[in-house]
Structures are given as structure tokens and as C-alpha cells.
């Protein structure tokens, strides 16, 4: 027998399933609606912000270009790196901007503030490639990890180092190069690391690798005149003596060569 026959028991129903079940409804379709617009709005904002990135960045890059011979630009190129790398903190657009801080910095001699700058990127950029457990847990706090980056400040950190006449921790910085990115130019400047210490072996040695590695790509006639410079620089081996011939004893005279003799 159907409970709800009559049209006022229906009404009735649906009071009291009202009253029980209103308010959690209501606060459901609120929080569905919360998401939606929410997640909306989210996205939004965030386009908006790699927009004014993205043109803020364009904007850096003009300026460094023209910072070489310009004061007034290089002071311009700093201030909007360090506004987009505030701004855009842990974002790729913020990374960017503190690698080209680092080139501005050392381009005016400011060893240190380049140091620090490359320092941080290294931290947040390890080069080895994290696994899937930490690609997830990256996601989820919102990381953008990127070895080949880590690969590059860690590079340019040791160059960095190694101009401030700190080859041991610019060689402690590089590692030791085996494979991976940008091995051929962390192959010469471990190279360079090597000769400042005095091992000229070492040196070579890794000269000798990064041209092997960029036989087929060119662009290592610097290395080579390094390679060929070291080599001219070295002494040559000594000559090996000449033996010295024998003392020649006179055979003694025969009777006949006796009776001749005055």
C-alpha cells in the first residue's frame, strides 16, 4: 500500500524530509557551487598572473640586452628582476628572472649577490631527477622542480665561485661530471678548476673529454687552443745522454813493427 496516496500526505513527506535534510542540503549545493565558481575564479587569476609575467619578463629581457653599455637600463633590468622574482616566487617566470639577476650581478662585478641568487635556485632546483612519490608530493604543494635548471645555476654557481678565487668550492659545487646536462661546458670548467690547482693531467683530461664530447658539434675551439696552450706550457723531457764510446787500448806491437820503430 503506497504511504504517500494522497496528495496532502505527499506535501506532509516532503516538510519533514525538508526539515531533516534542509539545512545539509542546502550547505552541499553551496559547497558545489563554492567549488565550481571557486576553481573558476582560480584559474582566471592565475592566466591573469602569467600574463603580467610573461610581459614583465619581455620587459627584463629588453632591458639586460641593453644594460651592457647603458647604467640607466641595468638599473632598470634590476628592479624588474627582483620585482618579477618577488612576485613570481617559485614560479618558473621568478626562476628565470634570477638567472638573469645572476648575469646582471656578475656583469657589475657583485660576485656576492650573483652567489646568492644561484645558491637559492640550486635549493630549489636539485639536479637529480625526483621520483614519482615526490613528483606527486611536489603536485600537490603546487613545486615546479626542474633538474635541467639545478643542472644550470649549479653551473654557473661554480663559474661564479671560481671568478671569486674559490676553486676548491667551485669544484666541491660542480661535482664530478658524468654524464647529464651541460657536461660538456662543466667538463671544461672543471678543466680550468684543475689547471688553477696545478694539476695539469686533470686539466687536460678534461679538456680532452669535453672536445670528444662536442666532436660532432663544434663550438670547442676555445678548449682546444686551452689544451694546446697547456700542452706548449709544459716542460719538454729531458734528452738522453749520449753514450760515450769506450776508451780504444792500443793493441802492443808486433816484432816486426819493434825492429822498424827508430
Request: glycine share 8%; hydrophobic share 40%.
Amino acid at each position: 500500500m503506497d504511504p504517500y496516496h494522497t496528495e496532502e500526505d505527499q506535501v506532509r513527506a516532503i516538510k519533514q524530509w525538508w526539515e531533516r535534510n534542509g539545512s545539509s542540503t542546502l550547505i552541499g549545493v553551496g559547497a558545489a557551487l563554492a567549488i565550481v565558481f571557486g576553481s573558476q575564479w582560480w584559474q582566471q587569476k592565475n592566466l591573469r598572473g602569467a600574463e603580467e609575467a610573461a610581459a614583465l619578463y619581455q620587459q627584463l629581457q629588453q632591458a639586460a640586452e641593453r644594460a651592457s653599455g647603458d647604467e640607466i637600463q641595468r638599473t632598470t633590468a634590476l628592479h624588474l628582476g627582483e620585482e618579477l622574482r618577488d612576485k613570481q616566487s617559485g614560479n618558473r617566470y621568478g626562476d628565470y628572472a634570477s638567472l638573469l639577476l645572476a648575469k646582471l650581478y656578475v656583469e657589475k662585478k657583485d660576485l656576492a649577490a650573483a652567489e646568492r641568487e644561484l645558491r637559492a635556485l640550486v635549493e630549489r632546483h636539485p639536479d637529480a631527477a625526483p621520483g614519482k612519490l615526490q613528483q606527486r608530493i611536489n603536485a600537490l604543494l603546487g613545486r615546479d622542480i626542474d633538474p635541467q635548471l639545478g643542472s644550470l645555476a649549479r653551473l654557473r654557481l661554480a663559474r661564479v665561485l671560481f671568478a671569486d678565487n674559490r676553486a676548491d668550492e667551485a669544484a666541491t659545487v660542480l661535482g664530478d661530471p658524468a654524464g647529464g646536462d651541460f657536461e660538456i661546458e662543466r667538463q671544461e670548467l672543471r678543466g680550468d678548476i684543475l689547471r688553477a690547482k696545478g694539476d695539469a693531467d686533470g686539466a687536460a683530461a678534461a679538456w680532452e673529454r669535453a672536445i670528444e664530447l662536442a666532436k660532432d658539434s663544434g663550438g670547442v675551439r676555445l678548449v682546444e687552443l686551452k689544451l694546446q696552450e697547456l700542452r706548449l706550457s709544459e716542460p719538454a723531457a729531458p734528452a738522453p745522454a749520449a753514450a760515450t764510446p769506450p776508451a780504444v787500448t792500443p793493441a802492443p806491437a808486433t816484432p816486426a813493427e819493434e825492429k822498424k820503430s827508430p
